[in-house]
């Protein structure tokens, strides 16, 4: 089994729509793939109307949190979308993409990157406007070569010179939201330091004393020592161990399925969840 656990559509930050996401996925040569948008729920119904058979679908959000003044991403499986705490959390979130975006773009103006509003929203679309978008304008205009390479402490980095923050939840809280709401946690990309400071491993064992069910280890940002070090660290925590692409079509680089997930730690995580269960395709509509 090949199986990807976190990537994005055009509900948030990915240039593939939900649908278009599942059947490349399919064409990838993927058994199972999870749709993680940022803070939302909203691409899952698309996305399994148009589930082709042999695919199984796991339903996700990547929830933005923050501790201590440093910027995460956690990783929620399989929880009830209609639970209603969690809903207003994500909701909460959301809300204040706009307004942070808008002050980004003010600040990148203010250092004479000639950015648009209007720029930025007609690359989101429908999607929840993000520092991925901001990073596409700034391709768009010749400032940044790629999106990655806006995420720097020059330009869009926690901390950087046009950053703005947001409303985030405490990942203590995350974590007991998403299990109350039946789902399951994994901490994303825990030591891409490339993005900017990460937390330190005293924080993570704290989170997994919370109820933290696992870290992304195999993912584009960990090289190989970073990845030895954070299984190491995982074994010593009782903590699950995923690979997944972290997929945003082409916004990045990475393919989808170019890392994975080991199919008996997904077994795992669907043992664990009760909120939702993974949807098998049946075969949805043909490409248009």
């Known amino acids: 089994m090949r199986i990807d656990l976190h990537t994005h559509s055009t509900a948030s930050d990915g240039t593939d729509t939900p649908a278009e996401l599942v059947r490349n996925a399919a064409a990838a040569g993927l058994d199972v793939v999870a749709l993680t948008d940022h803070d939302t729920v909203r691409g899952h119904a ?11 679908l796991v339903t996700g959000a990547e929830l933005s949190c923050r501790l201590d003044g440093v910027g995460l991403h956690m990783l929620a499986y399989l929880f ?20 942070r975006a808008r002050t980004m773009v003010r600040k990148l103006r203010e250092l004479g990157v000639p950015v648009e509003w209007e720029q930025v929203a007609r690359i989101a679309g429908d999607g929840s406007v993000g520092r991925p978008h901001i990073a596409t304008a700034l391709v768009e205009l010749s400032v940044v070569d790629t999106v990655s390479d806006a995420f720097t402490p020059e330009w869009l ?43 330190p491993e005293s924080s993570i064992a704290a989170l997994a004393a919370a109820g933290l ?5 195999d993912h584009m940002d960990h090289d190989e020592p970073t990845r030895a070090r954070l299984r190491g660290l995982a074994r010593e925590l009782g903590l699950l161990t995923t690979g997944s692409s972290d997929y945003h079509g082409s916004r990045k680089t990475v393919a989808l399925g170019e890392y994975t997930t080991d199919p008996e730690i997904y077994g795992e995580i669907t043992r664990r969840a009760t909120g939702a269960f993974p949807v098998p395709g049946a075969g949805g509509p043909a490409a248009p």
């Open 80 to 99: 009830d979308p209609d639970e209603p705490e969690l809903a207003r959390e994500r909701e909460l979130v959301r809300d204040d993409r706009v307004p």
């Open 46 to 56: 698309a996305a399994k109307s148009a589930l082709p058979e042999g695919l199984t």
């Open 157 to 199: 980095a926690d901390g950087g010179r046009a950053y703005a923050e947001k409303h985030e939840l405490d990942p203590f809280d995350a974590i007991r939201l998403v299990k109350a709401a039946g789902g399951v946690t994994v901490f994303a990309h825990p030591a891409a330091v490339k993005r900017g400071q990460v937390v």
């Open 213 to 217: 069910d696992g870290i992304e280890v």
